[in-house]
């Protein structure tokens, strides 16, 4: 069953609409909240006059810093501690919640709620007066800096040397569905039908801040319409709603506006890459220095770790890398797929090209002269990787050897200019501690269980069918559930983990169902298995039989009849520390090669064609797994072309806050893209063989982008994103 492109056995709840999302939850007495949100980044908010608002017909309540109840003041992240205090510490920060009867009438009583300022002038940028750069103790859970041998010496004496910095700018995410959230409580119960990546993490987040125990918080969410990073933190939302639905009494919705999804929610943080790069003439490298500056918040701590590429991807003797945050008036940054390697490896995929043409080696060459055998930042051999593979396959699918490789050499017949680029990707293969459960009933279903969220990426296919395939049973009859803290534990969707970690345990908690049904049938006189050895039988068809005599054996619908009892069940729990290091390191790896179309006297840029290429260890389902890696693909070409928040460096507000003026691809932007599947045994990484393939899509593919405009146009742009007018300048 692992393996097959089964379609999505969700897909028919959702095209039709019986998949039920969190804000289509119902609730009776349900009343609606809408957030009023800062219109300054920074200052003390004087005066609130909610009088109009409060006088409209439905209105129930105006909740404001000066009326809510209060939350744990060491608790969690700043932005938690929501209407806590009058200050303010970045754009479209919630300064009040109205909540009344229908969302029509929250919404316009909302806008009547008059907020004074003393405004303070905002540092907007990471060049502003004010803005503070500091040295953060680590870089998402990876150390900030990292040095291996004699970088000073060895940058010096190199043939060729390359000194560059690279942008990436502020990110939001888009997700389909909004932010949104329903709460309620029942006596000291809480209960929250959320879009959440991670519903453990969601429940003791919330409990925390509001001073409760775990067990008092149940987080729900079955259906969600993308995440990308965005959805696996907690949210000023959320915490409003538990408290407007504790005051009332009543069951309170928060749905985001497209607007407030912009600024106060997180994003992916704007860098500013300094990559140096010391090599041989031949291109081999003999020094490389990654140091990042990455946006943050003047309250809480996030630092992209986007050099953490730059240690382990090419085999380089002497390196430094180093991270710094930078303070100002923003919200905390957070996770955006591929947190990390996406924004570095643009920098540092960027910066190979550069040597390629200084060098003049080929692109692809120059990776295979600096291939990477082993990871020197970790000194450990990897689990497995595929990465020539992915190289050759990509590259031939491509036509990478028909490249002229002389920048602006090339021409379509209708006259424009043709880049063809490439670049490298990987992603770590992360894993957490996970537990699940099977049941088969008497009719011989089955219903498996884990408490992991499915965003969209058909976590809910995958693991039937893992269910299926341990417990030996067609998928039509398995039936698998999650999303809900009542269910066992399992890790958020964020870092490509969630399939990695909770199809172990799914596997785990089928076998162990099968067993357990094979040992009462060994231990009943009435069956034909009565006495036979465990280690003797086999599970197939929903049978439990002999091996050497398959036809001596019986159903499982047949033991459970026996037993009496309604189902049997089974749980499994698959321990993981992640802070453990292994004796391999772990990681996916891919090849991304783009053609781009560029208009010599205009400057647009079209994306004709990408093959990318992924040995990402076994697949679970090669349908999905296609649909991810796609998405990620795409969502690089946005990264590159598209995709910029714009600050007003006065106010320090995003003036593109929607998706009008924050630009992302539409179909025509995207009119051929190629996945190849590697095919990679990986007996190492874990149980199943499993790397996590979320994100890996989004590395490298905007770099590859980059790379092809320079071939077409001769032109390096190397602060995001790639524009007509930076092209024409």
């Known amino acids: 069953m692992i393996g097959a492109p089964l379609a999505r056995v969700d897909g028919v709840a959702k095209v039709t609409g019986a998949a039920r999302y969190s804000y289509e939850e119902p609730a009776e007495g349900v009343v609606y909240g809408v957030m009023v949100t800062s219109t300054i980044a920074a200052g003390t908010v004087t005066a609130i006059d909610a009088k109009e608002a409060q006088a409209l017909p439905g209105v129930l309540l105006v909740l404001t810093h000066e009326n809510a109840p209060r939350v744990k003041a060491d608790a969690g992240d700043r932005k938690l501690q929501v209407l806590q205090g009058p200050a303010v510490f970045y754009d479209r920060q919630p300064v009040a919640l109205v909540v009344a009867d229908t969302f029509e009438r929250a919404t316009d009583a909302a806008a009547r709620v008059r907020v004074s300022y003393d405004r ?40 060729v040397k390359l000194d560059n910095t690279y942008v990436t700018p502020t990110e939001f995410h888009n997700p389909m569905e909004p932010h949104a959230t329903l709460a309620m409580w029942s006596g000291d119960q809480l209960t929250v039908f959320d879009a959440s990546q991670g519903v453990f993490s969601r429940q003791a987040s919330i409990a925390k801040i509001l001073g409760v125990p775990d067990a008092n918080v149940r987080v729900v969410s079955k259906f969600v319409g993308g995440g990308f990073g965005s959805k696996g933190g907690t949210n000023p939302h959320h915490i409003l709603a538990a408290l407007a639905a504790k005051v009332i009494g009543r069951p309170v919705k928060i749905v985001l506006t497209r607007p407030q999804m912009f600024g106060g929610f997180g994003n992916r943080p704007r860098t500013e890459q300094r990559v140096r790069i010391g090599a041989d003439a031949s291109g081999k490298l003999v020094a490389m220095a990654h140091e990042v500056r990455s946006q943050s918040s003047r309250y809480d701590d996030f630092i992209e770790n986007a050099a953490v590429i730059s240690r382990m991807l090419y085999a380089v003797p002497n390196q430094i890398t180093t991270h710094r945050g930078v303070r100002y008036d923003v919200v905390t940054p957070t996770y955006m797929r591929a947190p990390g390697e996406s924004s570095g490896s643009f920098a540092l995929e960027s910066a190979m090209d550069e040597l390629a043409y200084a060098t003049g080696v080929d692109p692809l060459q120059l990776r295979l002269i600096n291939y990477a055998d082993t990871d020197l930042s970790e000194q450990k051999p990897f689990s497995s990787k595929s990465l020539r593979q992915c190289y050759a396959q990509a590259a031939e699918r491509f036509g990478w050897a028909q490249r002229n490789p002389a920048p602006r050499s090339m021409r379509s017949p209708d006259g424009l200019l043709v880049g063809y680029g490439m670049a490298s990707s990987t992603y770590p293969s992360n894993r957490s501690s996970a537990s699940a459960a099977a049941t088969i009933h008497a009719d011989g279903t089955v219903l498996a269980t884990s408490g992991g969220c499915d965003i969209g990426t058909g976590a809910y296919t995958a693991f039937t069918q893992v269910a299926a395939e341990a417990i030996g049973v067609p998928v039509a009859r398995v039936r698998f559930d999650l999303g809900d803290t009542t269910m066992p534990p399992a890790p958020q969707a964020g870092g490509s983990q969630l399939t990695a970690s909770v199809a172990n345990a799914v596997h785990a908690a089928g076998i162990a169902l099968r067993e357990k049904l094979a040992r009462l049938a060994i231990a009943n006189s009435g069956s034909p298995l009565h006495g036979h050895a465990l280690a003797d039988l086999g599970y197939d068809d929903g049978r439990v039989f002999v091996r050497t005599r398959p036809s001596v054996g019986e159903t499982y619908v047949a033991i459970v009849h026996r037993t009496g009892e309604s189902s049997v069940t089974a749980r499994a729990d698959v321990q993981h520390d992640r802070r453990v290091k292994g004796p391999y390191s772990s990681h996916a790896f891919g090849a991304h090669f783009a053609e781009v179309h560029v208009d010599p006297d205009l400057g647009t840029v079209r994306m004709a064609r990408m093959v990318s290429a992924f040995g990402a260890g076994r697949i679970v389902n090669a349908r999905t797994a296609r649909s991810q890696f796609l998405g990620g693909a795409v969502w690089g070409v946005s990264m590159a072309l598209h995709e910029e928040g714009r600050v007003d460096e006065r106010t320090g507000r995003y003036m593109n806050a929607s998706l009008e003026n924050y630009l992302v691809p539409v179909n025509a932007d995207i009119p051929a893209v190629e996945i190849i599947l590697v095919d990679e045994q990986d007996e190492n990484v874990n149980p199943l063989g499993i790397k996590g393939i979320g994100e890996i899509g989004n590395v490298g593919s905007a770099a590859a982008i980059a790379n092809a405009v320079f071939h077409a146009t001769g032109k390096r742009v190397r602060d995001l994103p790639i524009t007509p007018e930076k092209l024409l300048a």
């Open 120 to 159: 303070k002038q905002p540092a907007t940028t990471m060049s502003s007066p004010g803005a503070v750069t500091y040295a953060p103790p680590e870089a998402n859970q990876n150390p900030a800096d990292t040095t291996r041998g004699d970088f000073g010496a060895a940058f010096a004496a190199a043939a």
